[in-house]
Every structure is written in C-alpha cells, then in structure tokens.
C-alpha cells in the first residue's frame, strides 16, 4: 500500500519545481545547489487516492556531507520501503552524474521512477537519450519531463504506480558503480556536435578570475541601480500619490469624525503634526503603520526579491561564490557562505536557514551570527534610505560601510577564536538558464505574500501596543531606566530606548518610531547601526535558537550585545 | 609519467585523476560528485591567491577549494 512518495535527486534539478507541478503547492526554486534546506510536504491525487509529497534536500549520494543533505539520508533511510515511491529526478543534461544516486537507490531496494527532467535544456545542447534503452537498463520506469513548462508531468503522474523494487544479486561498490554508469550513458547518451554558443561561453568567462570579477562587479552595479530604480519608482510613481491623494483625505475626514483627540484618535490616526496627518510622524495604526509598511518597505521588497529571484534563476550566486571563497576563508567560512548573506539582505531568517548548506556546525555558528549582526534585512535597509536618504548617499553608505567592516572584523576574531577549521568549498556550478518571466514573477509573488503575511500582523499589533503603552505613559519606566546608558554612551535622547526595544518586534516600525523624535543626522547614523547590529527581531531570534541550538544562540546573542554597544559607543565619540 | 595536483594542472589541460589523497570523507564525497582514481576531467580555472579550482568533468563544471584540489593528483593526457 503506497501511502508516500519521495523527491530524490542530486541538488539543482529541479525537485521543488516538480514538487510544485505535482502538489500546486508554491515553494521556492532557483537555479543552485541547496535552494531547498527542509522538506516540504503537499498532496497528489492518485486515482481518487490521496498520496503525501515530500520534497528532499538534493543528495549527491547516499552518504551525507551537509546539514541539509543529512536531513534527507536520514529520512531515506528510515522510510517503510513498501509504502513509499521514490520520484528520482536527474538533469538530462547531466546524465552521468545523476547516474550515482539513481544506481544507489535501487540498489537499497526502493520503489523508483525516474523523472529525466531538463529535456528541453538538453536539447538544446545537443544532447540525445534514448528513454526506451535507459529503461530496459535501469530496469525501472523512466519518464522525460520539463517541469518548468509542465511537460511529462501528467505521463508521470499516470506511470507512479508501475514503481516496484527490483531484487538485485550484489550491492555495487563506488568504483564499480562509476564503470557501469560510463556503459550506461555509452549506449543511451547520443551527442551531437554543435558549435559553442554565447550562453556557453559566458558561463566559461564567469568561472575565470578575470572574466568572473567584471561579469561579477557589473552584475552587482546593475542590480543595486535596479532595486533603487524600482524601489523608488514604486515609491513615488504609485505609493506615495495613493497615500498622499486618496487615502489622506479619507483619513482627514476620520480624524475630523473623531474629533482630533481622544484615546481612539491617538490609536488610529496618532498625533497631528501641526494640526495636520503626517504619515511618517503621526503613529497611527491607520496612518504611520500603512505608510511605513506599504509605502516604504514593501517597494524596496518587491524590487530586491525581483532581482535576487532574476540572480538566483539565471545560475549567477554560485559563479559570486567562487570569487569571494578566498576572503571567506579567512572569516572561517568559503565560497558558498555569500549564499545565506544575500538571502539575509533579504529577510534575516531565510538567510539562517539556508547556512544548512554548510558543511559544519562552526560555520554555521559564525555564517549565522554574522548575518544577524553585519547583516540588515530589506525592510531595515528601506527605512534607512528612507530616514538617512534626505541627507545624502553618504550616510547611508557610512551605514553599509559600517556593517560591512564589522562583518569583516567580526569573523575574523570568531574565526580565530572557535575552535575547528572551515572544510573546503565544493559545489557544482550550475550552467546558465534563462526561466521564463512568468516563473520568476512567481517566485517573487510567493515572496512577497510571505513577507505580507508575516510583516503585517506584527507591524500592526507592534504599532497598537507601542500607542497603548504611549498613550498612558507606560514607557517612562522603562525609558528612565535605560536613559544613562542611551544618552551616556551612544548620545541619544531617552525616547530612543522605545525605537530600540521595538526594534526587537520589527525593525521597520523601530526606525519609523524614530522620525518623531526630530534626532540629528549623527544620532539618526548611530541609532540606524545600532538597530542592524545589537538584537535581530523576533522572528530572526526563534530561528536562530531553533538551528543554532541554546548553548551557541546564547554565545550569538552575547556576541550581539556586546559588539552593539561597542559599535555603537565608538561611532558617537569618533564622528564629530 | 608526472604526477602532479590539481592545482599545478595548467588551464584547458586535460588529465586523469591517479589519487585522491585524504581521509574516507572527502574521498566519498568527491566520489559521489564524479571525481575518483580513473576519471578523466578538464581544468577551466584557477583563483589567485589560493583560491578555488575549477574543473569540467563530464558534463558538470565544478568548484573545488584549493586545499581540496591539492589532495587530487592527476596525471596528463
């Protein structure tokens, strides 16, 4: 009785895009090894028979080498072999390499099918197999598809039930088993000759030093001008005249109902400044918290995640990770550690999560903290831009400049002082792809709906309590208590304390709890670091308990405290 | 013939791999990825200043760090 099946595969195969062609469940897919880190579970509906889906971390074999490979193995192994399928996907275009794991998988005896993803790709590189040979070889039912277009998905939804586990005399060893791929592919793979083309030889220029840097350096330039073009596009072309327009003058209308005071005024529209609604000031759950949330953070949002999904589509992030291996060797991590901090750009907790790529549990120790620490999240970025921007690209620069040498500076001191050494980078570069438009902005939808989901509820609630807490004057405890060392040390005025705690909830509702305060462009520098650097928010703080464990979370947030109120005490005694 | 690792290979160069030198784990790992005693491979890269190795084999473009590529010694063909 079939009751499960399994995506197994070697990483960058295109599992979750099976899995999500299979399921209709939305999952993230890109063109690297090690985009899934979890397994996700969805449905199928297999002749009025309801099947579980679950979608593996890829595996090169069966033995493990990372956290997230681990993972994987360790449910393979332990799955009852009579209840479950295994969809084994392989990279047409990559054949022989595939080979290894599908040999070693029915060889254990599991039920599989092979799904030969990627034909279309192979294809186009002149790459020819015979679907009928390979299965008279394999011995188990082989289906060609290409997932990103749907094809072959439904012929092998319709052969699942064919699956059975083949009896085999012997368990080959490794050496064998490369022999009898090598036969294998001789007598199914036909190769035509083709002429290189330019996708080819810019996939050879990037992997060369040379080539590699200025592909990379203008990479990098185009996507920063882009998330600024789109972001402050979004901004003034559609968000800003939709606050400003509409939306103000029912607000107007709603303050003028409530009579411009009272506790439900405070609460919804929040202060007038100057006896109007200021958007950015007034800390309202109707004014301040849409503006900020919609206004400010999510055009920046949507523009980073359109660019990050083009990056990670097109094949380009493990290509950057050759480049950088050298420096991130020296800060006790390599190469594909730029993996997890670009997705932190994005939002913190993805970034943790995806330092499960990482081999051992000291880089994930030190990829993690320094994400936390020298990483900010998009929405932090958005509303530093949005606070520093009026006083010129330098402050904002001195912020990234900030972060990133105490990124630096920072894993070079954990580097020396955790024990263990960093293993080597080993990754597949994956070739070049170029998705379709509608897949990418799939993915960005996925994003953005995730980000909506967890963003408004604590935006909201945050923005509530904080009024609630304002209105009655619950805060002057707090701030009284923690004014010294504010004022002493970082010089900034005691209502910073607020921003600072909320901080903790979210970063983008701290920095809009700023702009009242009327702070000195110094002030608003140090204020903006110090939110980067000294507590990760809440969401970031769970995951990093739940991967790091209590003992190394600890350390981290130690680590956190500590550099915050150093970085933070030095900026405020070195500018002027 | 010369033996020489992975990092000495000279670019575009085409070699055998003879040995992969080290413990059980990296020999197992490099096994599962393609690159075992026998196998034929094509170096594409070197990164200054110890930096990663790149290698073509069969099909796939690999990245190895240079620690990892000094561990494989290969013959040229």
Redesign the interface.
């Known amino acids: 009785m079939i009751k499960r099946v399994y995506l197994v595969g070697n990483p960058n195969v295109g599992k979750s895009v099976v899995f999500s062609r299979l399921t209709g469940v939305e999952v993230i897919a890109s063109n690297y090894p090690g985009t899934t880190v979890e397994f996700t579970k969805g449905y199928l509906n297999l002749e009025g028979e309801k099947l579980e889906v679950i979608d593996l971390p890829g595996i090169?074999?069966l033995?493990p080498?990372s956290k997230a490979e681990e993972v994987a193995v360790k449910l393979l192994n332990e799955l009852p072999k009579d209840e479950s399928i295994i969809i084994n996907i392989l990279d047409a275009?990559?054949?022989?390499?595939n080979l290894?794991?599908t040999l070693q998988l029915i060889e254990e005896g599991f039920c599989v099918v092979i799904c030969l993803n990627m034909c279309d790709d192979a294809k186009h590189r002149g790459?020819d197999i015979d679907i009928k040979k390979l299965e008279a070889l394999l011995g188990v039912p082989v289906i060609s598809t290409c997932a990103v277009t749907g094809l072959g998905i439904k012929t092998l939804i319709e052969r699942l039930k064919e699956a059975k586990p083949l009896t085999l005399s012997e368990k080959l060893t490794?050496?064998k088993r490369?022999q009898k791929i090598g036969e294998i592919v001789e007598s199914v793979q036909h190769l035509s000759h083709r002429h290189h083309t330019l996708r080819e030889l810019l996939?050879?220029a990037s992997?060369?030093?040379l080539g590699?840097f200025f592909i990379s350096l203008g990479v990098i330039y185009l996507s920063f001008k882009l998330v600024r073009f789109l972001g402050e596009g979004l901004i003034n072309k559609i968000f800003d005249p939709l606050f400003f327009g509409p939306y103000k003058s029912l607000l107007i209308n709603l303050s003028n109902f409530l009579g411009q005071k009272g506790f439900l005024h405070h609460i919804l529209i929040g202060e007038l400044i100057k006896g109007e609604i200021d958007f950015r000031q007034s800390l309202g759950l109707l004014t301040t918290a849409p503006y900020v949330e919609f206004a400010m953070v999510l055009p920046y949002v949507l523009a980073f995640y359109l660019v990050l999904g083009i990056l990670e589509d097109i094949g380009f992030l493990?290509r950057f990770?050759?480049?950088l291996?050298?420096l991130l060797?020296r800060l006790g991590l390599?190469?594909y550690a730029i993996i997890p901090v670009l997705l932190g750009l994005g939002c913190n907790v993805p970034g943790i999560l995806a330092t499960r790529i990482l081999e051992s549990k000291r880089e994930r120790l030190i990829a993690s903290t320094l994400i936390s620490i020298g990483v900010p999240c998009v929405a932090l970025q958005a509303m530093i831009f949005g606070i520093l921007g009026k006083f010129g690209g330098f402050y904002v620069g001195g912020v990234y400049l900030v972060l990133f040498s105490l990124w630096l500076i920072l894993g070079l001191i954990l580097n020396a002082f955790f024990k263990g050494y960093s293993?080597?980078?080993?990754?597949?570069?994956p070739?070049y792809r170029f998705p379709p438009l509608l897949v990418i902005l799939k993915k960005l939808y996925i994003r953005i709906k995730g980000f909506l989901f967890e963003a408004l509820p604590i935006v909201f609630l945050g923005v509530l309590l904080v009024n609630i807490f304002l209105y009655f004057g619950w805060f002057d405890f707090f701030t009284g208590l923690f004014s010294g060392l504010v004022k002493g040390l970082f010089g900034l005025p005691k209502e910073a304390v607020i921003a600072l705690a909320v901080g903790f909830l979210r970063k983008d509702v701290a920095v809009g709890m700023l702009v009242p305060l009327n702070l000195t462009v110094k002030q608003l520098f140090i204020v903006s670091c110090l939110l980067a650097i000294s507590f990760p928010c809440i969401a970031t703080f769970i995951v990093l308990w739940k991967e790091l464990g209590f003992k190394d979370f600890l350390k981290a947030t130690l680590i956190m405290l500590f550099v915050g109120l150093i970085v933070g005490s030095l900026l405020n005694f070195f500018i002027p | 013939m010369r033996r020489l690792s992975l990092v000495h290979l000279k670019e575009n160069q085409k070699a055998k791999v003879v040995e992969v030198l080290g413990g059980i784990g990296i020999k197992q790992r490099l096994l599962s990825l393609g690159i075992y005693p026998g196998r034929e491979l094509t170096k594409i890269s070197h990164f200054a200043l110890r930096g990663p190795v790149t290698v073509k084999v069969g099909r796939a473009t690999l990245a190895l760090g240079y620690g990892m590529a000094q561990k494989i010694l290969v013959e040229i063909i």
């Not at chain 1, 275009?93 to 390499?97: F, G, H, I, S, Y």
């Open positions: 090169y074999s033995e080498t275009t990559n054949l022989e390499r290894f794991l790459i490794h050496q490369w996939e050879d992997v060369r030093p590699g493990p990770a050759l480049l291996d050298n060797h390599h190469g293993p080597e980078l080993l990754i597949e570069i070739p």
